[in-house]
């Protein structure tokens, strides 16, 4: 069974940065992917970032590209996600999500769902 841990959600103002992490366990994660979604209240959860564990191939949201990094540790199964120059409309509940056959990227891609992080982004 797996199991995801976020954490690093917290208030800052526009243009600054914060780091979450999701800690993984459960699993051998060699063959997943890993992602990081979001949902603001009143609106769809929706795709921020995903890795591929054993690859380290990356995709981005285009509303986010530039600005937020993904990452993972193999060593501490943790995976990163770096956001930078925050914008209110960050503003959201973050979730990491895994699973090991994913496609769209589409919350529906994802089994395995860590609890959330709030992060609020202050104008």
């Known amino acids: 069974q797996v199991q995801l841990v976020e954490s690093g959600g917290g208030l800052v103002q526009a243009g600054g940065s914060l780091r979450l992490s999701c800690a993984a366990s459960g699993r051998t994660f060699s063959s997943y992917t890993m992602g990081w979604f979001r949902q603001a209240p009143g609106k769809e959860r929706e795709f921020v970032a995903a890795?591929?564990?054993?690859?380290?191939?990356?995709y981005y949201a285009d509303s986010v590209k530039g600005r937020f990094t993904i990452s993972r540790d193999n060593a501490k199964n943790t995976m990163y996600l770096q956001m930078n120059v925050l914008k209110p409309e960050d503003t959201a509940v973050y979730y990491c999500?895994?699973?090991?056959?994913?496609?769209?990227?589409?919350?529906?891609?994802?089994?395995?769902w860590g609890q959330g992080t709030q992060v609020t982004v202050s104008s």
């Open positions: 999500a895994a699973d090991t056959n994913v496609r769209y990227f589409t919350p529906a891609d994802f089994g395995s």
């Open positions: 890795i591929g564990w054993s690859t380290g191939l990356r």
